[in-house]
């Protein structure tokens, strides 16, 4: 088998069905499976699998056993040559695994493009977008050590490159490179690498696994990289609300990994307290910010759909006939049965603006899900339920 797809669910029913729609159609010209473990949520995921998706396993913990052990358990049952952890709070495209593993293969067959070797592979990752078209900074990312959090907390990597080392800014995000961290919402890596490596360290509960386990696949002279050539959407805050309580495993985790790979660092210790603090500020800005009214909806479908009076079109082309004005603002649901999730995505980054917010309407369930910003916990409507 080529690939196993480890999604790793905690209460977001309806971005699971959504990632495991985009999942399937982005498998299916390949040998792969999807293994869904979920973390003992308390709404209707386990039930839902079950009744939309009977074939794909699904393994039910007893209770939430946290983002490194949860994963570790989904892996042990993967089959394939390789794994993809992945978040349940993501939407792939139709190309994505393909291309993925076809970059990694093109590794193993030209070693010397890397300069290293067949074997030096470590993880992959790949290009993340939030729910408004707009690329996320933490797709690649360098290692966190003091001065480097300094940086980012502070700012100064917006200063200049030269501090740019907790994004990576040696690479744009349209170029493909070796990182030193990957983000745990998508991860492609050898099974046998995931092994080697012990799978996340269960002694972090969350939010600084991933940054571990990238970092020990460079102490095993592994290469890590960011792939550009396929995108991937990260409804970002859709798992975790971003409030005191996350602010504090964050920094707990952070903590964790600087004690575990190096020396105690009151600096490190002291600037993080700061900027957590600073950053906490920040986010409970920018999420009272977040709310806006919607002056027109544009619904893309195929279909004959009736949703309200929402204006439909057919043609995705079709809002370049549009005469978008930038004291309105538009809400663009697609009809995933009428357009491929590279279709939405390519639109998305496309048409990305302030004033414009994307949805995605799920017919076989009746709901629009959708998150009008990075900061905001993801919005949901059930439209069965509204007469």
Known sequence: MQLSVIILNYNVRYFLELCVLSV??????????????????????????????PNIKLIENKENLGFPKGNNIGVKEAKGKFICILNPDTVVAEDTFEKVLSFVSSRARHPERSRGTSDDLGIV???????????????????????????????????????????????????????????????????ELYNELGGFDENCFMYADDIDLSYRALLLKKQNYYFHETTVIHYKGESTVRDETYMKRFQEAMNFFYK??????FFFTFFM??????????????????????DETILFSKEIIELYSFK??????????????????????????????L?????????????????????????????????????????????
Not at 30 to 38: N, R
Not at 325 to 333: D, E, F, G, H, T
Not at 359 to 373: A, H, L, R
């Open 24 to 53: 399937q159609k982005a498998i299916q010209n390949l040998d792969a499976e999807i293994i869904v473990i979920d973390n003992n949520s308390s709404d209707d995921s386990c039930a839902m699998m079950k009744l939309r998706f």
């Open 125 to 191: 990752g790949c290009k993340l977008i939030d729910g408004t078209g707009n690329f996320l900074p933490e797709s690649k990312r360098g290692v966190p050590t003091p001065w480097v959090a300094f940086t980012k907390i502070f700012g100064l990597y917006k200063i200049s490159n030269f501090f740019g080392k907790y994004y990576a800014q040696h690479l744009t995000e349209n170029q493909t490179g070796k990182v030193d961290i990957l983000v745990g919402a998508f991860m492609v890596m050898k099974r």
């Open 260 to 265: 575990k790979h190096f020396n105690y660092s």
């Open 273 to 294: 307290k700061i900027g957590s603090f600073v950053f906490s500020l920040f986010k409970k800005n920018q999420q009272k910010n977040s709310a806006i009214s919607i």
């Open 312 to 341: 439909k079109v057919t043609n995705l082309n079709s809002l370049e006939e549009f005469k978008v004005k930038q004291q309105c603002s538009y809400q663009l649901i697609f009809d995933i049965n009428s357009f491929s999730f």
């Open 343 to 387: 279709e939405i995505m390519q639109v998305m980054q496309k048409w990305k603006a302030k004033n414009i917010t994307f949805k995605m309407y799920v017919s076989q369930n009746k709901y629009v899900i959708g998150s009008n910003s990075a900061n905001d916990i993801g919005e949901i409507i059930n439209l069965s339920k509204i007469a």
